[in-house]
T-cell receptor, first 114, second 114 residues
């Protein structure tokens, strides 16, 4: 079975500071990894995904994540936080192949202080 | 144009009632999903349909019955509502069942059972 652990249910940063949201996964086979963002009272939106190939993945809104197999991690970063980045962020994993089911982490709420 | 729409947005009802939530996508996708997000923001898949056929059926009480009249619609009917059914229900769709297909989420339906 696959699982996702997001370290820190709440991360607070100042505007302009580095954003780092942590995600560790457990999977018995090479995983497919995703980051989704949920703005208040909205559905989820895909930020970026890792399937195969380059381990550093760039997404929308200046976010990127790096797949590190040795650390079973897929942390999300952004060099400079903006007020509009305040949202809930979800890491998700899938096993790939015919198993297309996404397993989500419990989410990390990002607040950005002026 | 809204890609994935759900109705109603809010639903308040009494225990024991039967209610339905409707979902429509205008993206031409083959695969649709229902997710439940609990009060702690934990998101879990309930059902998935591909070309109107049920392909994922997680451990969900049989009081929940999805119905897909066509590829663009996936409705969720809930019988004998219980307090624990209170949650936000999200519909999503993707091009097909492949894991690297982005899932597009609707805005959610907040169900409150009194």
């Amino acid at each position: 079975a696959q699982s996702v652990t997001q370290l820190g249910s709440h991360v607070s940063v100042s505007e302009g500071a580095l954003v780092l949201l942590r995600c560790n996964y457990s999977s018995s086979v090479p995983p497919y990894l995703f980051w989704y963002v949920q703005y208040p009272n909205q559905g989820l939106q895909l930020l970026l995904k890792y399937t195969t190939g380059a381990t550093l993945v760039k997404g929308i809104n200046g976010f990127e994540a790096e797949f590190k197999k040795s650390e079973t991690s897929f942390h999300l970063t952004k060099p400079s936080a903006h007020m509009s980045d305040a949202a809930e962020y979800f890491c998700a994993v899938s096993r790939g192949g015919s198993n297309y089911k996404l397993t989500f982490g419990k989410g990390t709420l990002l607040t950005v202080n002026p | 144009d809204t890609a994935v729409s759900q109705t109603p947005k809010y639903l308040v009802t009494q225990m024991g009632n039967d209610k339905s939530i409707k979902c429509e996508q205008n993206l031409g996708h083959d695969t649709m999903y229902w997710y439940k997000q609990d009060s702690k923001k934990f998101l879990k898949i309930m059902f998935s349909y591909n070309n109107k056929e049920l392909i994922i059926n997680e451990t969900v009480p049989n009081r929940f019955s999805p119905k897909s009249p066509d590829k663009a619609h996936l409705n969720l009917h809930i019988n004998s509502l219980e307090l624990g059914d209170s949650a936000v229900y999200f519909c999503a769709s993707s091009q097909d069942v492949g894991v690297d297909n982005e899932q597009f989420f609707g805005p959610g339906t907040r169900l409150t059972v009194l």
